[in-house]
């Protein structure tokens, strides 16, 4: 990948911490009433908290904000609370928090592993994965160069662990190819030219590729090679419940071809904290060990454990809304043809990539565009709407559905992209005109 490519990648961190580009809006009393949030009412169920609707300073609820950055932005609803605050808890360092224990037996049940363990964070769950696999200095790991694992999680692996990653090219759909895959494995062991092969990483659904769903057939393939090697395989499952959804199938079917796997609750799971590792019981009593070493010990943890069993048992069943809503929205960029492009056949769960066709509009320029309320925007929408998506490689934007987008919530984020690519096809017409 090339050093522009990251750079770009990278923008994404440049956004301030509300994730609006900085550049000003061009609507100046919004942003002032954009301080007063207020709760919304609905009758979208339980997980629904109240999004921020912003009263404008006539005192009318014209501006609405729909926030697309990231699955990770949701927050507990009524009923997750309840369950917090009604969690039993006890010390989870001394393996003594019943929520704890219910959460983890319930998830290695559902991913027919033999055990799982709480942790903070997926940051954390992959970089125990990586310990426990690779446990002797000088092994490696086999990683997709666009993994969540490479890319995004600071090199911890090699940085605290002292793994080597060995990566592998990722394709379109998540995937590898697979004699790529077997050409990184090493076959040099004792020699002391080289490291010890130990470990074939995967990522389900695939995050930076716009939430691809890996095939059951190539995570066979992937699992028979590593078995002829004496390799293991951890899936990043961070969102493998989209994929079991979208495959129609238990996600025990897709972990059969794992040895691990680490499942984030907090994302389109809407639990606020927290991850599952799950793998063989010795795997997990290894795991137990590094995560207190590595500061995840939480003690009465059940409080956010209840949230997550929550999660695992109530909001599976709704990702599919989510997955609906990421399709409208696609769907909809194809009628703004020739602006935008995406590949319909590639939504498949709840992360949308596409692409802007025109090189003069930049995708910061348009998420931009997209986060501020423009001028004629409340008279041509009824109100003003704020979305809030990211830049992301090269000439794309991402953008992710969750439990706080409803399809109300995407069809206003249709109304705000249709009427931005209106706004600029109008301004550059004029610009041609002047010129
Ligand atoms: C695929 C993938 N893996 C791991 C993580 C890390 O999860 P966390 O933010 O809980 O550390 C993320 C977060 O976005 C992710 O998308």
């Not at 709407?385 to 934007?397: A, D, I, Q, T």
Request: aromatic share 6%.
């Amino acid at each position: 990948m090339s050093l522009k490519t990251f750079s770009r990648l990278l923008f994404r961190f440049s956004l301030n911490p509300s994730g609006i580009a900085s550049k000003r809006p061009l609507c100046e009393r919004h942003e002032a009433a954009a301080a007063v949030p207020l709760g919304r009412g609905s009758a979208r169920g339980y997980y629904n908290v109240g999004k921020p609707r912003y009263p404008s300073p006539g005192g009318a609820p014209h501006l609405r904000v729909v926030d697309l950055r990231s699955d990770t932005v949701t927050k507990p609803g009524p009923g997750m609370r309840q369950a917090m605050a009604e969690a039993e808890v006890g010390d989870d360092v001394m393996g003594e928090d019943p929520t704890v224990n219910n959460l983890q037996k319930t998830a290695a049940e559902m991913f027919g592993m033999e055990a799982a363990l709480f942790v903070p964070s997926g940051t954390m769950s992959n970089l125990i994965a990586v310990m426990v696999h690779c446990r002797e200095r000088g092994d490696e790991m086999i990683v997709g160069d666009l993994s969540h694992l490479h890319i995004y999680e600071q090199g911890g692996s090699a940085q605290l662990a002292g793994v080597h990653a060995a990566t592998v090219a990722t394709r379109l759909d998540g995937t590898f190819d697979l004699k790529q895959l077997e050409s990184k494995i090493r076959h040099g062991y004792p020699d002391p030219h080289y490291p010890r092969s130990r470990l074939i990483c995967v990522e389900n659904t695939h995050n930076i590729q716009g939430g691809r769903v890996l095939p059951l057939h190539f995570l066979q393939d992937v699992r028979a090679l590593a078995d002829q090697h004496g390799l293991s395989v951890h899936m990043d499952g961070a969102r493998v419940m989209n994929a079991a959804v979208a495959q129609g199938v238990p996600v025990s079917a897709i972990l059969q071809h794992t040895h691990t796997v680490s499942v984030c609750l907090s994302k389109g799971l809407g639990a606020p904290v927290g991850s599952v590792l799950a793998g063989p019981q010795d795997f997990i009593s290894r795991a137990v060990r590094c995560r207190k070493a590595l500061g995840g010990g939480m003690r009465q943890a059940g409080v956010i454990a209840a949230a997550g069993k929550l999660a695992l048992q109530e909001m599976v069943g709704r990702l599919v809304e989510d997955h609906r809503n990421a399709k409208t929205f696609a769907q909809a960029l194809l009628s703004c043809h020739p602006l935008f492009a995406v590949d319909m056949a590639a939504v498949e769960t709840n992360i949308l990539r596409f692409r802007i066709e025109d090189s003069a509009l930049s995708p910061q320029e348009f998420c931009a565009r997209m986060a501020q309320v423009g001028e004629g925007e409340e008279t041509a929408l009824g109100q003003g709407v704020r979305v809030l998506m990211y830049p992301h490689f090269e000439n794309s934007v991402r953008a992710v559905w969750h439990l706080g987008i409803s399809p109300e919530d995407t069809q206003l984020a249709i109304q705000k992209m249709q009427f931005v690519a209106s706004q600029y096809l109008k301004e550059k017409k004029q610009e041609q005109v002047k010129t």
